[in-house]
């Protein structure tokens, strides 16, 4: 390969490069979905090594105690945790229902009072269990907190797990 074919490939993979940071970084660039948010196999795979933080059950409490590795939800109770401020961004968690059939659980995720991301007022997240169609919920948490609600509408106890 002569010189001035590997100059010219040299720009056209800096040209790429600039094209796709330019997307990424752009006002309207890539949209997150919190609600639907699901890291792919392969990097769950890894242990999420290069996903991003996440969140830790010690970030999470409840009158002064932390989120435990087995949430016991009792029949038709609700339970509300605060999540701590942080120096990242984002931080991602996923509960997972590990007790119980045929529940109906609700998880949401309430950022704190004028948490901004791309200059847009952050959503609350919602997930619904449904008759069992599901049994994972994964969530984006922000910078500045907020507060998950557990609520468990059947007639039964259920426990929910926090995903590594």
């Given at each position: ?48 090594l ?110 929910v797990?926090?995903?590594?």
């Open positions: 390969m002569n010189l001035k074919t590997l100059q010219i490939l040299l720009v056209l993979v800096v040209v790429l490069f600039a094209i796709g940071l330019a997307l990424i970084l752009a006002p309207d660039g890539v949209d997150i979905d919190p609600e639907n948010f699901e890291s792919p196999a392969w990097l769950q795979s890894i242990g999420g290069a996903g991003g933080p996440r969140l830790e059950a010690r970030e999470l409490t409840r009158n002064g105690a932390v989120f435990p590795p087995n949430l016991r939800l009792t029949a038709n109770q609700t339970v509300e945790y605060a999540v701590a401020r942080s120096e990242e961004r984002v931080r991602r968690v996923t509960f997972k229902i590990v007790q119980g059939s045929g529940v109906n659980v609700e998880i949401r995720y309430q950022p704190a009072s004028g948490q901004r991301i791309g200059g847009e007022e952050a959503e609350t997240q919602d997930w619904k269990n449904r008759e069992d169609d599901q049994d994972t919920a994964s969530f984006v948490a922000y910078d500045r907190g907020g507060t998950f609600r557990f609520r468990n509408l059947s007639g039964q106890a259920v426990d797990r926090m995903e590594d």
